[in-house]
């Protein structure tokens, strides 16, 4: 029977025996004797915020509990699952490099079998071929699969990786709540400073002009001026009729003086308000420009105050979640590697290419002929 049989292997081309059989044999070594058995650990969750757009599946129900999908959040979190950062978390205490330095593992999959290179950054390139996270986003789901050679390793680093995204998350929401309100805080800052500045100014102005709103009191000197040009019409049509009927009267000279010296007070009210440099005409326009001033500072201060308000309410409601949907599984039996299928595999390609090759060489031998 074996005399048969490698009789017929003698029958068989090289070219057969060198694609086809020896990387059958080959697998058939590497996956019934070498290849170390693959623990598969899932887990699923969803990153969800209440204020952002939602899509369809299960983040429409999210939305109809009042909460939408965290897009954001959800490429970060898959950055930082591939991350060094997220190697660097998991290894602390050497979680990571133990649980695929282990002797019991196949020196074909074990980190560094030789000892050569223990790198961190060969630990990375050895860590990102073991931890896998795809978004899903007709459901709004993420899944992160750890692969480990033990059960237990491969529940622990997917349990601390999900814990660890989780914080990260956590920490992107605590910066931007600080940098918001922070913000906020600062420009309530410099408008209460605008607004003490020009509430400043213009009681200055008021202590040294001597008045407290110049129009009203220049409205105030114009009626007191016209009730003295009353007086002085009065006056001077009593003179008048003084002088063409009594020419004689003794009351003429006193109207007279009485008429110069309502002239005189008209003159002195009406330099008050339209005179020199220091009459209430002149101190409007610098009396306008500081109240309004002092007016748009206490409007900024006013909106700033709103705005920060505004954003603390921002702060609590702009939050993301990570929701757990399925839990880290503690896998009972390997999954992989799939060894007939890796066998057959190989089998099917080596003939494929075996009968690729063999076309091309009967070709190129009948082309030479």
Known sequence: ????????????????????????????????????????????????????????????????????????????????????????????????????????????????????????????????????????????????????????????????????????????????????????????????????????????????????DPEKQAAVQLQMISKIQDELITTRAELSQFLHFTPQNPQIPVLQARIGSLQHEIDKELGKVVGDRKSLTASAGQYQRLLLESQFADKQLASAMASLEEANNEARRKQAYVERVVQPNYPDEPLEPRRMRGVLGTFALGLVLWGILKMLFAGIKEHGE
């Open 1 to 212: 029977m074996i005399s048969t049989i490698i009789g017929k292997i003698k029958n068989l081309s090289k070219l057969f025996i060198a694609i086809v059989i020896v990387p059958t044999f080959l697998a058939m070594l590497y996956f019934g004797l070498f290849a170390s058995d693959v623990y598969i650990s899932e887990s699923q969750f969803v990153v969800r915020s209440p204020d952002k757009p939602s899509s369809t599946g299960l983040g429409i129900l999210l939305k109809s509990a009042g909460f939408t999908n965290a897009g954001d959040e959800i490429f970060a979190t898959q950055a930082y699952a591939a991350s060094r950062d997220a190697l660097a978390d998991l290894n602390k205490n050497g979680l990571v490099s133990r649980a695929y330095s282990r002797d019991d593992i196949s020196i074909f999959d074990r980190f560094d079998p030789f000892g050569v290179d223990h790198s961190f950054e060969s630990l990375f390139k050895y860590y990102v071929g073991k931890v896998l996270v795809e978004h899903e986003t007709t459901s709004s789901i993420t899944t992160m699969t750890v692969r480990a050679y033990s059960a237990r390793d491969a529940y622990d680093i997917n349990k601390l990786l999900l814990e660890r995204s989780e914080a990260m998350v956590n920490r992107l929401n605590q910066r931007g709540r600080a940098d918001l309100i922070q913000y906020a805080n600062t420009e309530v800052g410099n408008a209460k400073k605008r607004s003490e500045v020009a509430s400043v100014a213009l009681a200055d102005f008021r202590s040294r002009e001597g008045v407290v």
